[in-house]
Nanobody
Framework: QVQLVESGGGLVQAGGSLRLSCAASGSIFRFSVMSWYRQAPGKQRELVAVITSGGSTNYGDSVKGRFTISRDNAKNTVYLQMNTLKPEDTAVYYC??????????WGQGTQVTVSS
């Protein structure tokens, strides 16, 4: 059974940085795509960043230039480096993985709160 465990969330002031981690149970080579999503209260879940098994990345417009997604295959972990955080980045951040059979998996989420 696939498990994704997020960590690294917390409270930070506007302009600050956080790094989120998503640790997978077992090799992440089995996933064609790994992503970070976020959901703020009263809003739909939105895509933040994507990284493919080949290392290609893509970002939501609201985080381009501030967030960076990366992966460490040896540690079976995907990261989200978040810089220049804004209050509107406040949300629960979820890790998502899609395997080669297109089955999706989700982590439990980690709260990020940015104070103004």
């Amino acid at each position: 059974q696939v498990q994704l465990v997020e960590s690294g969330g917390g409270l930070v002031q506007a302009g600050g940085s956080l790094r989120l981690s998503c640790a997978a149970s077992g090799s992440i080579f089995r996933f064609s795509v790994m992503s970070w999503y976020r959901q703020a209260p009263g809003k739909q879940r939105e895509l933040v960043a994507v990284i493919t098994s080949g290392g290609s990345t893509n970002y939501g417009d609201s985080v381009k230039g501030r967030f960076t997604i990366s992966r460490d295959n040896a540690k079976n972990t995907v990261y989200l480096q978040m810089n220049t955080l804004k209050p509107e980045d406040t949300a629960v951040y979820y890790c998502n993985a899609v395997d080669m059979n297109r089955s999706p998996y989700w982590g439990q989420g980690t709260q990020v709160t940015v104070s103004s």
